[in-house]
């Protein structure tokens, strides 16, 4: 069957649409060629829907070539999202409740009802376990409990963000005993006596709207808490005023042991700054010291004294509890955790910081992967770290770092303490008492932890190393120690701590 050619203006859309398709590294990137598909894509709505219908014999041939092309038209759309998500970081902004006073009363009844379907929930994981020896996760939880009462007191997603928080707790606890830790306890019940505490009510896509024009947010009730169909919890919120809502991907109603607040989560635009500069800094991870860095001629040490003090406090006051899955003794477990997590942010921000003011541009970090499983820290003061805890603080270290332009590398740490970061030389000897390191053979004199962090720079640096210690090392003996200060939560320099008891 004969068809009549596109028509010169369709031929040209198409033509800009196939060069797309076949050739995207014609244009900069995923984001322009995106954007010309999307151009063109328009156009061809437009000639084919036209008013007076002049180019519906061009419908069935452009179906066809849109067609063929599909599959390169996804792969430039994945590129397009994957590049988006990539120019993304998320930021959780606290904000206050202006008319606490008229919301309370709603969300308590949101934070109560959290409670109940957790309790549900839990109850039903203890059953499952019983009968069939597995741990239920959150897709089989919600199947058992769509179609309980408590399910619809809060919103669908709200519910399920309860169930998935649940499971996800007990994914944590197997994988802590799993590690060898004995002292970790399943997530508990949510009672006290008789009463339920307020839980976090989480609120996804479909629970919130955010109306950015009047600092306002309003929450979806379950079903069986509305009065009415319009029936909604307008919140009225304030922020610092330097923080601007938008992009909003999920709300959090929290309560703080006084009032509620609201934990807003959003996706923020990322500016892909310039490096600092082109130096590399060496980052080793341990227990005395938590972290030693090395920038090549200037060495900065982080002692690990906080959290070592931090576990004997904790262990102590835990040891009091007759039951170890007590409220006192999950409160314990939690706080501590929470001052745990603090320290980390601590230290990884003044390490970012302190970086970038030595126009450092790459991080190269050792990889502490499994380390709760192959070391063996010794009887005292044996932390309670695993590999995730490490590897949760190189994580916040790596978005930190990304907002200074500054890449951060992990690299296998084996030999590092091992090797003189002057001249190369392996000796296990080499590595005396008190922390220091001290090389026979080109006479280096070092900070052990320091040591090893000059050794994983140089990972990514080989022509440094084995310089038969010509170069100026009398930086890697004295380290600049910043320690955390208990009283501000903050780190700084030793001389400037304040040491209270």
Known sequence: MFEPPLSSATQDVVQLLVVVLIHPDVFAGAQSAHEAVVDAAEQLLFLVRDADNRYAADRRRLSRILHFHSGRLLLINLAYNRLSVANQ?????????????????DLDSLGFAASKLWNVARWTCDRIWDETGTIPDHGALKAYLKNNEHYADLNAQSSQAILEELAEAFDSWYTLRGNGDKKANPPGYRKHGDDHPRSTVTFKEDGFKHDPDHDRIRLSKGRNLKDGRQDFILCEYAVDPD???????????????????????????????????????????????????????DALLYPGGALKEDDYYFQKQRAKCDDSSSRKAQRLDRKRGERRTHFFHAVSKDIVAECAARNVGTIVVGDLTGIRENTDWGDHGNLDLHGWAFDNFTQMLEYKAAEYGISVERVDERGTSKSCGSCGTIDDSQRVERG?????????????????AENIRQKVLPSLACDGGDRDNGWMAQPAVRLFDTSTGRIAPQEQVTCEP
């Open 89 to 105: 970081v998320t930021r959780t902004y606290v904000a206050s409740i202006h008319n606490h006073q008229q919301v309370c009363e």
């Open 243 to 297: 923080v601007t809502v938008q992009n909003v991907q999920q709300v959090r109603a929290v309560w703080t042991g006084t009032d509620w607040e609201l934990h807003i989560v959003c996706n923020v635009e990322r500016d892909d700054p310039d490096p600092p500069g082109d130096r590399v800094a060496g980052i080793d991870l341990g227990i005395c010291n938590f972290a030693a860095v090395a920038v090549g001629d």
């Open 436 to 452: 220091l390191y001290v090389c026979d053979e080109c006479g280096l004199v070092a900070n052990a932890d320091v040591n090893g």
